[in-house]
């Protein structure tokens, strides 16, 4: 049974910085990219970051790009999402996904395709 526990949510001040964490288990995702959503109260679901099998391409929406770092350690089946620079609109629940698809096309440029593992989210509050 595939599981993923993200953590590393708390409340922090604007300016401030978390990392967030997620380990798989179950099954390994060394072949394949994942990824970090968030939903904040009232609005869907949204990308925020997305990060290639090895580690070498990454991936982010306009909205973090510049602040938050996505990474990966293969060997504990475990992806990374550091923020800095935090944001009263960063206020969401921050979501892991796994077993996504990273790709390129002329028309929209990088994408990432949810997989169909999710964890049960971590509360990240920024105050103002």
């Known amino acids: 049974q595939v599981q993923l526990v993200e953590s590393g949510g708390g409340l922090v001040q604007t300016g401030g910085s978390l990392r967030l964490s997620c380990v798989a288990s179950?099954?390994?995702?060394?072949?394949?990219?994942m990824g970090w959503f968030r939903q904040a109260p009232g609005k869907e679901r949204e990308f925020v970051a997305a990060?290639?099998?090895?580690?070498?391409?990454?991936y982010y929406a306009d909205s973090v790009k510049g602040r938050f770092t996505i990474s990966r350690n293969n060997a504990k089946n475990t992806v990374y999402l550091q923020m800095n620079n935090l944001k009263p609109e960063d206020t969401a629940v921050y979501y892991c996904?796994?077993?996504?698809?990273?790709?390129?096309?002329?028309?929209?440029?990088?994408?990432?395709?949810?997989?169909?593992?999710w964890g049960q989210g971590t509360q990240v509050t920024v105050s103002s």
């Open positions: 996904n796994a077993d996504g698809r990273m790709g390129f096309t002329t028309y929209s440029g990088t994408y990432y395709a949810p997989g169909p593992y």
């Open positions: 179950g099954r390994a995702f060394t072949n394949s990219a």
């Open positions: 990060v290639s099998w090895s580690g070498g391409s990454t």
